[in-house]
């Protein structure tokens, strides 16, 4: 067993310090960004700069606290809590054009940015209960990315063990360490299992908010994943409309010319804005 692993399992999700949140936040895992203190960073994702030169909505740059999260330092009380993974974060785009934002203008309540790029479902649940143990939430809104990808602990260069993505198209710290590819890593996990691990998350998270009396609101801009959510017998958890591009300029992208732009993100925050 190495040290990074006995230092992992020291921590329980459920009664922790807010120090270990950075552990579990995939952003400060990027060592170009050097995440010790509050960071401005220009360009975040790896092909952000050079297609920067289609983004027509003015400049701007990543604000993001010590803990690795885009949003002010650690609230002492939140509204609403938002969670998930880059559509939650807003890469490539400034903070008052992302959906939470937009949510929080509409409903005039405030609402913290939580987002990690690159999260999956499980770590992003699990994010939430060590932060729920520091904030008590009142309503947490999950914004989910597919049920496959996966988000798994590691050390590097004897570091403290962090969390880090394995998903596809994308090439993580993960795979450098361990000289493979995503693809050499799915092909052992049957859709069985992985479905599985998404299903007993999202329960226990169910399970939870019932217990906790937190009102939680989910949703995913991956079809299959809605999919999977649409069958399951939530009892206490809303399940709000998907996040779909219908009706929407395929053209409408952020600065990385990858993931959404701002009309998405206003469109997502007008549809839920009654529900929540």
């Known amino acids: 067993m190495t040290p990074s692993s006995i230092e992992l399992s020291k921590i329980n999700l459920f009664d922790c310090s807010i120090d270990k949140v950075k552990i579990y936040t995939v952003v400060t895992t990027r060592p170009e960004l050097n ?5 401005i960073v220009e360009y975040f994702g790896g092909n952000e700069k050079q297609e920067s030169s289609s983004w027509t909505h003015g400049d701007f740059a990543y604000n993001i606290s010590e803990l690795g999260f885009r949003d002010s330092d650690f609230p002492e009380s939140v509204d609403i809590a938002a969670f998930g993974c880059s559509y939650t974060f807003g890469l490539g785009l400034p903070e008052n054009m992302i ?3 937009k949510l929080s203008d509409k409903i005039n309540k405030s609402i913290y940015n939580f987002g990690q790029p690159g999260m999956g479902v499980s770590a992003i649940i699990d994010l939430f209960l060590m932060l729920d143990n520091n904030l008590n939430f009142k309503k ?3 914004l989910l990315p597919p049920y496959f990808r996966k988000s798994v602990a590691c050390s590097f260069d004897e570091r403290s063990p962090q969390i880090v993505p394995l998903m596809p198209n994308y090439k993580s710290f993960l795979e450098i360490l361990y000289d493979t590819n995503y693809s050499e890593i799915y092909k052992h996990l049957p859709d069985e ?5 998404f299903k007993d998350k ?6 939870y908010a019932g217990v906790k009396n937190i009102k939680l609101y989910l949703s995913s801009w991956d079809h299959e994943t809605y999919n999977l959510l649409t ?7 809303i399940l709000l409309p998907e996040w779909t591009s219908a009706n929407i300029d395929a053209s409408d992208l952020a600065r990385d010319n990858l993931h959404p732009g701002p009309i998405h993100h206003s469109s997502f925050a007008e549809i839920i804005k009654d529900l929540i």
Do not use: A, S
């Open 35 to 39: 995440i010790k203190n509050r960071t």
């Open 99 to 101: 959906w939470h934002r």
């Open 140 to 142: 947490g809104i999950f």
């Open 193 to 197: 299992e992985l479905v599985r691990e």
């Open 202 to 207: 999202i329960y226990m998270l169910d399970f």
């Open 231 to 237: 069958g399951m017998n939530l009892k206490n958890i």
